[in-house]
């Protein structure tokens, strides 16, 4: 399968002007500025195939947004290459905006005044389309997202989801082949959420569109994703399917268990600690890099008659913040780059 985006060695710094101690420093620095400089996007390199759906990840200040601000043309990198679709992002960005969409979940692209139909008309002109199929593509959308109530009123008073659902389906008029979305699902319910991660891996599916996501919701990666990078100080930590950050990255499991009489466990394995029990209902989380789930499951069915067993991987969240976790403290140990 051909590649959608390749980049290559990419780096951003910024120059950023010094903040210098006490009011004298604050004077000084209004008729002689010191500039540091801040490197956001430090040498990263990969490729995302056509019809992938990735989840580029990082704490705040991590350099994510940056990075999409380079791949769609908005910002010039300071050394690096990258391609999407063919083009190169910041010599050809008006060819690119016609195959590509973004959605930035903190920045609306409608006119907040205007109804969502009104900006769909100028989108329209915006991509030139012509206006058989412009009507066919709009009439789809309008019903997969289900806008046809909401087409028609300003959008100072749609809820935060009924815009949300709008920016999308605008962002998706002129059939991108890859989509931007920049914290798409921020701020929404959990109704909301879903039904836009729905929406997005039908299209996915129908149409082949490309997905590279960022977001600071678990959710959004493990029921949208199939690939996560994740970045940290401008440079890539991981990059991994997710199915397999949950069995690589964290060895503790979870087991619930309701029993089938009240009694005592029994469990004094290393590794096997219970974390809760109470009457008949009792939970045990298990090191598996210290025992092994069948030793575990061997000696409480040698204790206690089970009623019922569940054995859990750990929840996403938890996964991403053990990755940041152990960046930082790599980082504490000198290995953060300068
Ligand atoms: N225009 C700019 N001028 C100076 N520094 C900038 C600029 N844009 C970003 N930075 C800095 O570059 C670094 C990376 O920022 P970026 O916005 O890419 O992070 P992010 O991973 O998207 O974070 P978040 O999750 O908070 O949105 C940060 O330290 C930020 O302060």
Same mark, same amino acid.
Not at 39 to 42: K, L, M
Not at 152 to 158: G, I
């Given at each position: 399968m051909a590649a959608a985006i390749t980049i290559d060695n990419l780096n951003k710094t910024f120059e950023v002007k010094k903040k210098q101690p006490g009011l004298a420093g604050s004077l000084r620095s209004l008729w002689k500025p010191v500039y540091e400089t801040k490197?956001? =996007?430090?040498g990263i390199s990969f490729s995302v195939q056509q019809g992938e759906r990735l989840a580029f990840l990082g704490p705040n200040g991590a350099g994510k947004s940056t990075t999409i601000k380079m791949l769609t043309g908005i910002l010039h990198p300071t050394s690096g290459h990258a391609q999407v679709l063919g083009c190169n992002p910041w010599t050809e960005r008006s060819k690119l905006s016609f195959r590509i969409g973004s959605v930035f979940g903190q920045k609306s692209q409608l006119w907040y005044h205007l109804p969502p139909a009104d900006t769909f008309e100028l989108m329209r002109h915006i991509y030139e389309l012509p206006r058989g199929d412009y009507l066919t593509r709009k009439e789809d959308l309008v019903r997969r997202f289900e806008l046809g109530p909401y087409m028609?009123?300003? =959008?100072?008073?749609?809820s935060l989801g009924e815009r949300m659902r709008c920016e999308i389906a605008v962002s998706l008029l002129h059939r991108p082949r890859v989509i931007f979305l920049d914290e798409p699902t921020i701020g929404l319910d959990v109704v909301v959420k879903l039904r836009i991660r729905e929406l997005i891996r039908e299209m996915n599916r129908e149409e082949g569109m490309t997905v590279f996501l960022t977001s600071h919701d678990a959710g959004d990666v493990e029921q949208l994703c199939e690939r996560a990078i994740v970045v940290n100080y401008g440079r890539i930590i991981l990059d991994d399917k997710v199915a397999l950050m949950k069995r690589e990255l964290l060895t503790f499991k979870t087991i619930r268990l309701v029993l089938a009489e009240e009694n005592e466990l029994g469990i004094s394995i290393p590794g096997a600690t219970v974390t809760e029990h109470d009457g008949l209902k009792a939970t045990l989380s298990i090191n598996t890099s210290l025992t092994s789930m069948e030793m575990v499951l061997a000696q409480l069915v040698r204790h206690v008659r089970i009623h019922d067993v569940t054995i859990e991987d750990p929840p996403m969240e938890e996964i991403i913040t053990h990755i940041y976790a152990q960046t930082a403290a790599g980082s504490e140990e000198g290995s953060e780059p300068a």
């Open positions: 490197q956001a =996007v430090s028609n009123t300003p =959008v100072r008073k749609l």
